[in-house]
């Protein structure tokens, strides 16, 4: 009744605001494309609210869009509560503890919590406080929001008149990583985690499919790749979404190393500090020891490479060789209590270049039910090593068992499908207190999993 009541008062609101809108604002395709005053402006997401555009209540099968995206996006997506977020009291607190003042007006928070664009990128439409939105995703709309509607516009002239290629998955994980990883503009570091931001972590597939995803698999989900021949795109979501975080967080150390804030302590595993202590015949770490490190020295987080490196091996494995070897100096490196900038920066940087070469082979690799098997199987396998790297390791783990057991099983007809599903949403029980968190048991778990998938 609640949902219904909603859908309702939606129906009534795109109704009174695009009656108006149809008569005097909507704009006409060729003005919109020869305006050079509108070129590269944000219109904000009213634009594509029309019940004819992406405001429908319901999804249409008919079309080769759902025509309801907005919808999903103004009621079910955590996105468009981004902005909100800053203005309840823990925001206002982190702004307080920051000296940020009001979080909802400061440029460190608006960066990744709305769409905080310069104001002659502002059109009339724009109205920040809307979070994160259609263009924060899909780029400035005023060039081609009129004629993207017109008959035999296509998707190539939409992306050459500004919009973004989110049908191109490695430029869709490039532009969810700029909020959920960071760049050197926008970032969160140990200063922001200790005044109440959470830690950031991503998996393309898994944050896709719990937006909720408002979108239809593409005409091709690679290059040469026809959805309808692809029933493995999820996999290959994954796979890619891996690669190119990896890249990133690469890409991130390296430039940190060389800024003035070094070492930056959110690098590395937050639990390894951060956690309820016991006495020491109940410590797992002091019964594990710390092989690589001297005790007291925090690990590396290490979980954007830890279920990522058996897929590279898959892909190529002379590649995935280097790369481990690149990660495991970086590794060295990062656990110590004073990192070396200059060995840091360059193993980064080496491992970025290994991960970008192997992101360009997964989106175009072939896959199929015995890879993805496969897949699932060496993961499981690896359970020991990925447990003992920490937490965001093994939620990497659960995630991507998770991500590519819904592909297999959507395609090959598994007996014992619900037995699986249990045990993988097992592991998922184990992370929901970190400090709580235990690698022996999370391992005996994943080892269950790899036992139901024989």
Not at 101 to 110: H, I, P, T, V, W
Not at 302 to 315: M, T
Not at 420 to 445: M, T
Request: hydrophobic share 35%.
């Amino acid at each position: 009744m609640r949902i219904r009541s909603l859908a309702n008062r939606l129906t009534l609101l795109f109704a009174a605001v695009w009656l108006g809108a149809i008569f005097f604002a909507w704009p006409n395709p060729a003005a919109a494309a020869n305006s050079p005053a509108d070129t590269g402006k944000y219109t904000g997401p009213g634009s594509c609210s029309s019940t004819s555009c992406h405001g429908s209540v319901k999804p249409r099968a008919d079309n080769r869009i759902f025509q309801n995206e907005y919808s999903v996006w103004a009621v079910k997506d955590k996105h468009a509560k981004a902005y909100d977020a800053l203005t309840g009291p823990i925001g206002e607190r982190m702004g307080n503890i920051l000296g940020l003042g009001k979080s909802e007006r400061a440029a460190k928070c608006l960066a990744c919590h709305a769409l905080d664009v310069p104001d002659e990128a502002r059109a009339k439409t724009f109205d920040l406080s809307e979070g994160v939105s259609c263009e924060s995703c899909h780029g400035p709309a005023s060039a081609w929001l009129g004629p993207h509607t017109t008959r035999n516009w296509t998707h190539e002239q939409s992306v050459a008149a500004g919009m973004v290629d989110t049908r191109n998955l490695a430029r869709r994980t490039e532009k969810c990583l700029t909020c959920h990883l960071g760049t050197q503009e926008k970032f969160v570091d140990h200063e922001m985690i200790a005044a109440g931001h959470p830690d950031l972590y991503f998996e393309l597939d898994s944050f896709s499919a719990v937006m909720p995803r408002h979108w239809k698999t593409p005409r091709e989900t690679a290059p040469g790749v026809p959805a309808e021949n692809d029933a493995w795109s999820g996999v290959r979501e994954w796979g890619t979404g891996q690669a190119v975080q990896l890249r990133a967080s690469m890409e991130r150390i390296a430039w940190r190393a060389k800024g003035k804030n070094w070492p930056e302590y959110s690098e590395l595993q937050c639990f390894a500090c951060h956690h309820s202590l016991t006495a020491p015949e109940q410590s797992w770490r002091q019964e594990r020891g710390y092989a690589g490190r001297r005790p007291g020295d925090p690990p590396w987080n290490a979980s954007r490479y830890s279920v990522f490196r058996e897929l590279a091996r898959q892909v190529d494995n002379d590649a995935a060789s280097r790369l481990d070897e690149q990660v495991s100096q970086l590794a060295k490196s990062l656990s110590q209590l004073n990192p070396d900038r200059d060995a840091v920066a360059s193993a980064s940087a080496n491992a970025a270049a290994l991960s970008n070469q192997l992101a360009t082979r997964i989106e175009t690799q072939p896959y199929d039910a015995a890879m993805t098997l496969r897949l699932l199987q060496r993961i499981s396998d690896d359970a020991d090593e990925i447990s003992n790297e920490g937490e965001r390791a093994a939620e990497q783990a659960a995630m991507a068992l998770d991500s590519l057991f819904i592909a297999y099983a959507r395609t090959e007809k598994v007996a014992n499908a619900a037995d699986i599903r249990v045990s993988i949403n097992g592991l998922f029980q184990q992370l929901e207190n970190p400090s709580n968190y235990n690698p022996a048991d999370f391992s005996k778990q994943m080892r269950k999993v790899g036992s139901l998938l024989r």
